[in-house]
C-alpha cells in the first residue's frame, strides 16, 4: 500500500506561483510513475504532469512551460512549480502513483490505483 499526502495550495493571484509537494510513504517500491492531477467543479478530471523514477517528464499541453514536476527521491517527495498561474488553474490538485510508466498510463487516471486527499488551488483575476 502507498499512501500519498499532497500539501502547499493556496490562494494566490494570477501571474503568481506555487509549489505542491507531494509525500509518498509505504510501499513505493513497485510505483514507476507519479502524476498530479487536477479537477474543478463541474469539469472532468485533467492529468497535469507525470515524472518517472529515472526523471523523464511529460506534460499536458494547458500547463507546459508553465508548470514543472520534480521529484526528490531520498525524500520519496514529488513537487509541482506551478508558475505564470491563470484562473483556470484553478482546481483541486491530487498526487497519484502507479506501477505502470507515464507513458503507459497517459495521464489517465484510471491507471493510478494510489491517490492522496488533494490540496486546493485558487487563482484570482
Known amino acids: 500500500q502507498v499512501h500519498l499526502v499532497e500539501s502547499g495550495g493556496g490562494s494566490v493571484q494570477a501571474g503568481g506561483s506555487l509549489r505542491l509537494s507531494c509525500a509518498a510513504s509505504?510501499?513505493?517500491?513497485?510505483?514507476?510513475?507519479t502524476g498530479w492531477f487536477r479537477q474543478a467543479p463541474g469539469k472532468e478530471r485533467e492529468g497535469v504532469a507525470g515524472i518517472e523514477r529515472d526523471g523523464s517528464t511529460s506534460y499536458a499541453d494547458s500547463v507546459k512551460g508553465r508548470f514543472t514536476i520534480s521529484q526528490d527521491n531520498a525524500r520519496n517527495t514529488v513537487y509541482l512549480q506551478m508558475s505564470s498561474l491563470k484562473p483556470e488553474d484553478t482546481a483541486m490538485y491530487y498526487c497519484?502513483?502507479?506501477?505502470?510508466?507515464?507513458?503507459?498510463?497517459?495521464?489517465?487516471?484510471?491507471?493510478?490505483?494510489?491517490w492522496g486527499q488533494g490540496t486546493q488551488v485558487t487563482v484570482s483575476s
Open positions: 497519484a502513483a502507479s506501477g505502470l510508466g507515464c507513458y503507459t498510463t497517459r495521464l489517465w487516471g484510471s491507471y493510478f490505483p494510489y
Open positions: 509505504g510501499y513505493t517500491y513497485d510505483t514507476y510513475c
